[in-house]
């Protein structure tokens, strides 16, 4: 039997138009990868972006990797990539930390982390509290931990303000967690703060050591107790987030003073104080 060839054409032509055609798929597949590319542009930066396309284009499940899921492709990136970054505190080199759970290839917990972690290591085999479950995500070492809403295994979950063990700990430590206690609560109680670090100075040994993380701008309270210095912490150090794909740099109160909480990054901070209470 013969076709014409007309109909051949006119066959492909409906083909390439159809839901399941070359059209539609092309379409999608556009959509989906611009849509990627926009959204990695506006978190990253274009840098980074630029990077991650020439490993796209060079390997396609790398692409699939890109297209399917964006929160492991770059923390896959990150990881694979860009791990020998580092930043300065104190003097010291850290190694950013990038890690799939909180994505923390795109928050402060990139610095937040490795910083407390290292101060922690220091206090293996010794009484450690943290308040707010948040390393436990990513490392398996023995300490206590309250968190009043976080329900998981070895977690105690009860109100700071109402944390009253039987032992006292050498460190206590509370990674971006103190600046929701009273504000993020209902009824809001903006003050609370005060009454949480007073507990915690009471569950301190006698050489005992607190550190506390806050984000700058999530509370304008809070903003205000810091610039005033009403906390009365021993120590005081501040890092800000100096580019779109998340690098950091430590610098003085002033510097970070006018930083916004959640822009351009979502839940994100451009501003950290680091607090210290011997």
């Not at 597949?29 to 590319?37: D, L, N, P, Q, Y």
């Not at 990150?78 to 994505?103: D, V």
């Amino acid at each position: 039997m013969k076709i014409k060839s007309q109909t051949l054409i006119k066959i492909s032509q409906d083909f390439i138009k159809s839901e399941n055609g070359f059209y539609s798929i092309f379409k999608n597949f556009f959509t989906v990868f611009i849509g990627r590319i926009r959204r990695s542009i506006l978190t990253i930066g274009l840098c980074d972006v630029i990077q991650a396309l020439m490993k796209i284009i060079l390997n396609y499940n790398v692409l699939q990797k890109f297209l399917n899921n964006f929160d492991d492709f770059w923390t896959w990136y990150y990881l694979k990539f860009k791990s020998s970054r580092s930043f300065r505190f104190n003097g010291k080199k850290y190694n950013y930390f990038y890690h799939k759970y909180s994505i923390t290839w795109n928050n402060e917990r990139t610095i937040e982390v490795p910083i407390i972690w290292k101060i922690v290591k220091k206090y293996e085999n010794t009484n450690i509290l943290e308040v707010g479950n948040v390393l436990s995500h990513f490392f398996d070492f023995q300490h206590d931990i309250v968190d009043k809403y976080e329900i998981a295994d070895g977690v105690i979950n009860q109100d700071v303000v109402d944390f009253k063990p039987l032992k006292k700990y050498d460190l206590i430590v509370a990674i971006s967690t103190l600046e929701h206690v009273g504000w993020d609560e209902a009824p809001r109680e903006p003050l609370k703060i005060f009454r949480a670090i007073e507990n915690l100075k009471s569950l301190m040994t006698e050489n005992g050591k607190i550190i506390i993380t806050l984000p700058k701008g999530h509370s304008p309270v809070l903003d205000n107790l810091l610039s005033e210095n009403k906390l009365k912490f021993s120590e005081q150090y501040f890092l800000k987030r100096i580019s779109r794909n998340n690098k950091w740099k430590q610098t003085n109160w002033k510097k970070i003073s006018k930083s916004v909480y959640g822009y351009p990054i979502r839940y994100s901070a451009n501003g950290i104080i680091i607090g210290i209470i011997n």
